[in-house]
């Protein structure tokens, strides 16, 4: 099998923003024999932009105390590669969830992604990625994941790491037009991904293939359309993260997971 650094590969998951994201057996230095852990490692050699971009993902992952964001295990350099692992998520992610995982299931899942959110937000990070692949889920909770397009919440909005702001569907109009990143934007998102994992279809429609600037115009020029699958209760709640009024806007990731949780019951019934 392939080794990076003392960690032995036995697949590819998936690709992330900036790299590929391994099935490893992690080192026995880590003391967790016989479990595996989710190795993410950047493309090739690693340049200056690429090592700040993995020490801001690390060093947001050591700030934020909260069992609702991935936990970090371990980082290095192995010849000029970039890498970390994080604990394992058997069960995989929202992405393809609708028709594969509960309505409850996946309600709580968002509800723990938005309170991970809400932890960064409370350090001054905002997400800026929130979509269904990057919330994971574990022992029946969903974890937020994927970092390294988080933005400084501050009166510079500074941006650390960059790359690809990600798909279009999940991406706030703010973002697009130019404006910072924020807690609206994040729950936006939220929102969002809430919208396609119940329903398998986006709120926006169709977004063009045809070119990312036929794109942009489309998510700027398209407002929200809420599907018929999903039940009053959590229409509201849509609602209120796509309203255009400030004054219905969730203040919080942690409201918005308030919200969405207390329906669980409601929902199932």
Known sequence: M???ADYTIRQT???SNHGLIFLAEPP???GITGEVVALKALRGHSDADDFRRMAN???LLHSVDSYYVIELLDAGNAGGRLFFATRYCPDGSL???HGRLSEPIIRRAVSDA???????HEVGVAHRDVQPANVLLRDGRGLIAELDL???IDGRSTTVGGGPLGALEFTCPDIIWGHDASRRTDIWSLGMTLHRSLTGTGALGQIP???LLDACRYVLETRPMISDQVDSVTRRILERCFSEDPADHYPTAEEFADDLGSTLTEVSS
């Not at 938005?114 to 960064?120: I, N, T």
């Open 2 to 4: 392939e080794q990076l």
């Open 13 to 15: 998951m998936r690709e």
């Open 28 to 30: 026995e230095r880590l």
């Open 57 to 59: 993902e690390l060093r």
């Open 95 to 97: 992405e393809d969830a």
């Open 114 to 120: 938005a309170r991970g959110v809400h932890a960064l």
């Open 150 to 152: 988080a933005q400084l």
């Open 209 to 211: 293939a045809t070119g």
